[in-house]
């Protein structure tokens, strides 16, 4: 027996099979039993080790000094020896199978470690951005509302300044802006003599200044409030989105009944003397 042979009957006294102990010795150099037996019980859970071996996998056989049988046979391992050997074996794969995992475990560790410290920092990238970004957003809006204001403001402040011109321009005794011009029915005795004498010239068309809207809410309630002729309707309807008592806050347009007539995008661009709302009006609030 060749000591190739005696190593592979070796191995197939401690329990594994001829097509492992084959591969194994083949795999190892055939280096002797303790390197083909490492190489069985790391590789113990291959199941392919078991099917049949090919031509290429085979042992050769080879006749050297070393090769040649000893004088005396080697003694078979008794039933018992066996046992123990295999006892052996089946601790030193239990062995080797824990310190295979416990190093696959490390390996395992470090890699999820490294995910997630490379995660974290683009964690941290992203939340940066988002908070930048969220920034921006709030001042963009922040400084969106105040012009807002002060373009509600601005508006509000020069109707104001418009009704305290006009109000000293034409000495308007009451807050409705009924001028004391107009507020009256009486007339002075050049103008009652003028409109006796049948000889007198027609008098001639009076350039107004200013207008009065009657603005009818959705509920029926007015709001009555003296303009500039030369006003624009937007400014008008400004003023009423801002001062209307009847809890609505949906856009809304204007119409007049008579004649009726719902004023289109271009005529809120239009003054209220080229609308013809001059020298009073009567507005309706509509959808």
Do not use: C, H
Request: net charge negative; glycine share 4%; no cysteine.
């Amino acid at each position: 027996m060749s000591g190739q042979e005696a190593w592979m009957q070796t191995l197939q006294d401690m329990g594994f099979p001829p097509n492992r102990s084959k591969r194994a010795l083949k795999a190892t150099d055939f280096k002797g039993v303790e390197p083909a037996m490492e190489w069985l019980l790391a590789n113990a859970d291959n199941p392919s080790l078991d099917d049949p071996v090919s031509e290429d996998e085979e042992i050769p056989v080879t006749v050297t000094e070393d090769d040649k049988p000893p004088e005396e046979p080697k003694k078979p391992l008794t039933e018992e020896e066996r046992r123990e050997r295999l006892e052996k074996l089946e601790e030193l794969r239990k062995v080797k199978r824990a310190e295979r995992e416990e190093r696959e475990k490390k390996e395992a560790l470090e890699k999820e470690k490294k995910r997630i410290e490379d995660g974290k920092g683009m964690t941290e990238i992203r939340q940066k951005v988002e908070e930048q970004e969220i920034k921006k957003m709030a001042e963009l809006k922040r400084r969106e509302k105040q012009e807002e204001r002060e373009a509600k403001a601005r508006v509000l402040r020069q109707i104001e300044e418009d009704k305290i011109a006009r109000r000293q321009k034409f000495n308007m005794k009451s807050p409705d802006g009924v001028s004391s011009a107009t507020a009256g029915p009486s007339t002075t005795p050049a103008a009652a003599a003028q409109s006796a004498s049948p000889s007198a010239p027609p008098a001639a068309k009076r350039d107004y200044t200013e207008t009065r809207i009657q603005i009818r809410q959705t509920n029926g309630q007015p709001i009555i409030q003296t303009f500039g002729v030369k006003e624009q309707l937007a400014a008008v309807r400004l003023y009423a989105q801002m001062n209307r008592t009847d809890g609505q806050s949906a856009p809304f347009n204007f119409m007049t009944n008579f004649p009726k007539k719902v004023f289109t995008d271009e005529d809120y661009e239009n003054s209220l003397e080229n609308l013809g709302l001059v020298p009073s009006a009567v507005l309706m609030m509509t959808k």
